[in-house]
């Protein structure tokens, strides 16, 4: 039926809209339906330890969308598997025993050290390095130390400035942060170094690595800028193909944008994770889209914002290791190249339902499988992709993801101000709170009194206690300040701010514009923080009898 205006149309047709509008209404509903099954019936995934509470959401929004969006789901990182043992450290652990053997070597070579030896610091004697693994060993307890720099000049004399990588004992992954921090060093009664001060995170800055091998590679998306301050354990800069050859030799599948864009997060990881499994599944590389749209719930403005870069909540270093990828640009750009210069084009196999199955199209040959989701929603999802039979083929790589090592970065930063010896408590309150109908008890059972109550019978006092919560009046703890040392997420501000790190290196993802610390971000890092508590106490089922998700659904 072609366009017409409705006014002009005979009764009769409007009818026929009327009831195929509501044929098709049905027929929605029973495609939900027959989803809602089929994610349910999905077969044990070991990579879908942290679905279960996807597909849950999944099922409980009646129009397929991921409403209930204000929650972070576990990334590969948090979540335990098989993988890592792969990628488990090369170097070794550095241990009392072995900076004592690394004692003994040194002494063995410097046969007698005399006071006046001693009288300046020399950052590469080997000893300063000795006397700082020893410190370090002492002052962070749950921190693993994998392999250090030597030592450079600080400042002025008598500072060094060390870099060293580490892990978390807490952390199930294996993945490794850097840090490199200043040192003030004294000498000893016995004539020996000790440390006199040791500075914060991040504070040796002469211990970074010169950056300049970052020099010509891109980093914004369109345009090449020279990087300032980049921390060098990042590399996600956005991989070239090289030549039109390679192009060529390449297999890809190209999902176009879908009714996904601007949905919440955890939709968006649900279909993105799709997608790169049919890739997987194909034995293709997959086109991304690093281009972002983040939904209203996160966004400080109240309103969907686009223009956000993967990069920002993702690891995409990670993820260009373990997934055959390339950036949607880049792919454009050379397909284009390849069909201006040459008399044959570049096959391609356009697929425009989701209907059509991975396991029909393992066969193609054609260079490109382009899947187009120009349907109306809820059929322009991605994620739709993986529903029914596909679902036993295609598996969705949670190892793959990981969150973005510069939010990361901030997590290890504030645990490491608590010396990662804290409790958490997590505190929902926010809309909930104020929905008295499904939650009737939340509001009073996270009032600051009853809070202080329940937690006088859970955590010692004046412990650092760390409160992750979407509460937005900073003053609402301020109880808890008599029986604890409360540390809030906007306590460490200055870690986002326009002086920070993070800021200098999210500005170079974005040309030159500031980033701004968005809802979403603030929520990864504040839950990321919670999980490295020593004990940690939930809203749900902890201080409250009320339901995660509204009356009589526990
Ligand atoms: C479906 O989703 C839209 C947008 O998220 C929402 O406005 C609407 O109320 C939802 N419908 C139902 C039945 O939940
Ligand atoms: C140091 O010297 C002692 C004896 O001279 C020897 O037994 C020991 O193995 C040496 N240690 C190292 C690490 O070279
Ligand atoms: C510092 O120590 C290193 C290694 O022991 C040595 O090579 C260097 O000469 C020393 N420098 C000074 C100024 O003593
Ligand atoms: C480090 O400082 C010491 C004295 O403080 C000086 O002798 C040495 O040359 C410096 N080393 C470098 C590499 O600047
Ligand atoms: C880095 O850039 C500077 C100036 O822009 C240039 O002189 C230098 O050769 C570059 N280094 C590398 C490794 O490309
Ligand atoms: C960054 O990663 C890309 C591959 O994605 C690699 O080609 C490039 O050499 C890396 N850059 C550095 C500086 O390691
Ligand atoms: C996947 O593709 C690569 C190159 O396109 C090929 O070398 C490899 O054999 C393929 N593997 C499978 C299992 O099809
Ligand atoms: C950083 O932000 C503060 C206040 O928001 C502002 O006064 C200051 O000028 C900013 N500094 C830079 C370098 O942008
Ligand atoms: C961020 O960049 C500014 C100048 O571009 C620099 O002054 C500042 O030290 C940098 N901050 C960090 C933490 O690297
Ligand atoms: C919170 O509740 C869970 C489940 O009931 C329980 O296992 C845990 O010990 C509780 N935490 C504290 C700190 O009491």
Partial sequence: ???????????????????????????????????????????????????????????????????????????????????????????????????????????????????????????????????????????????????????????????????????????????????????????????????????????????????????????????????????????????????????RKGKYLYYSRGGDYCKGMNHYLWSFLCGLGEAMYLNRTFVMDLNMCLAATYSPSNKDEEGKDFRYYFDFEHLKEVASIVEEGEFLGDWKKWDRSHKKRVPVRKVVSYKATPMQLKKDKNTVIWRQFDAPEPDNYWYRVCEGQAAKYVQRPWHALWKSKRLMNIVSEISGRMDWDFDAVHVVRGGKAQNKELWPHLDSDTSPDVLLGKLKGMIQPWRPLYIATNEPFYNYFDKLRSHYKVHLLDDYKELWGNTSEWYNETILLNNGRPVEFDGYMRVAVDTEVFYRGKTRVETFYNLTKDCKDGINTC
């Fill in 1 to 247: 039926m072609k366009d017409s205006n409705p006014s002009t149309e005979p009764i009769g047709q409007n009818l026929i809209k009327l009831i195929s509008n509501l044929c098709f209404s049905v027929f929605v509903f029973s495609v939900l339906i027959f989803t809602v099954i089929a994610i349910t019936y999905q077969p044990p995934d070991p990579w879908l330890e942290s679905a279960p509470a996807l597909t849950k959401l999944f099922t409980e929004t009646e129009n397929a969308t991921f409403q209930n969006d204000n929650s972070i789901i576990k990334t590969g990182e948090d979540i335990s598997y098989a993988l890592t043992r792969a990628e488990s450290p090369t170097s070794s652990v550095i241990t009392e025993a072995v900076i004592d053997k690394s004692e003994e070597k040194i002494a063995n070579l410097t046969l007698q050290s005399g006071c006046e030896e001693l009288g300046v610091v020399n950052c590469s004697d080997p000893r300063v390095l000795v006397t700082i693994e020893k410190f370090n060993l002492k002052a962070f307890k749950s921190i693993v130390f994998l392999e250090y720099q030597t030592p450079v000049n600080g400042s002025k004399s008598g500072e060094c400035d060390v870099a060293w990588r580490f892990r978390n004992k807490k952390e199930k992954s294996w993945r490794k942060y850097r840090d490199f921090r200043r040192f003030k060093l004294g000498v000893g009664e016995n004539c020996a170094y000790k440390v006199v001060h040791a500075g914060g995170w991040h504070s040796g800055i002469n211990a970074r690595r010169p950056r300049n091998r970052f020099n010509a590679t891109r980093v914004g998306k369109n345009t090449k800028v020279a990087p300032r301050f980049r921390d060098d354990e990042i590399n996600d800069t956005i991989p070239s193909l090289g030549s039109e050859m390679n192009f």
